[in-house]
């Protein structure tokens, strides 16, 4: 039985609603990455943080951060949610392994380390360098480039929501930036 009609140019996003019944029946794949600038030894010298507002008006610190669709592979995603979140200027240098340094899965409950009241979620998570200039873009209003030490502060991972400040810290012990 064949149907007509006008192909989905995006066969890989879920409708509102079809999105709102996924999550809540099964964990979701999420990327994350925590965009960085290294020297020329390839030390990470500053830590790019999204500032964004919430429904509610509510300001938070966060991380580039999205789903990965039907057949896109973790490189595609990850890219394009670089692109998306800094703009198409950013020139990321993504790994040449697809292998995060972290595996989050968030919980839509309380007393969870990673929380997200939304669904429950599986994210990797990648420390990304950036190379070119940042344009926040979509919903981040802005991006602050950060030394390792203030990125890693409480008073960050206190404007951070869902555990995504421990989260960076991983990231950033991952590369050698936080003892």
């Known amino acids: ?18 999105l709102a019944e996924a999550r ?17 030894l390839g030390q990470v010298t500053e830590v790019g ?13 966060s991380l580039v951060s999205g789903r990965v669709m039907y057949g896109e592979t973790l490189r595609d995603a990850l890219f394009r949610h670089l692109e998306k979140d800094l ?10 392994s697809a ?13 969870a380390q990673f929380t997200d009241e939304r669904q429950h979620a599986v994210s990797l998570a990648f420390v990304v360098p950036v190379t070119g200039t940042c344009d926040p ?4 209003l802005e991006l602050t480039w950060m030394t390792p030490i203030e990125a890693a502060s409480d008073a ?19 590369v050698g930036r936080l003892y």
């Open 156 to 174: 960050v991972a206190a404007e951070m929501e869902g555990g995504r400040g421990a989260l960076l810290r991983a990231g950033l012990a991952s």
């Open 137 to 140: 873009r979509q919903d981040a």
């Open 1 to 18: 039985m064949s149907t007509v009609g006008t192909p989905d140019p995006n066969p890989g996003w879920l409708s509102e609603e079809d």
């Open 24 to 40: 809540r029946r099964l964990p979701l794949l999420y990327v994350e990455a925590i965009p960085v600038r290294v020297d020329g």
């Open 49 to 61: 943080m999204l500032l964004r507002a919430n429904a509610v008006g509510t300001m938070s610190r």
């Open 87 to 96: 703009g198409p200027m950013a020139f990321p240098l993504l790994p040449a």
């Open 99 to 111: 292998v995060p340094f972290f595996v989050a899965e968030y919980f839509p409950f309380p007393g």
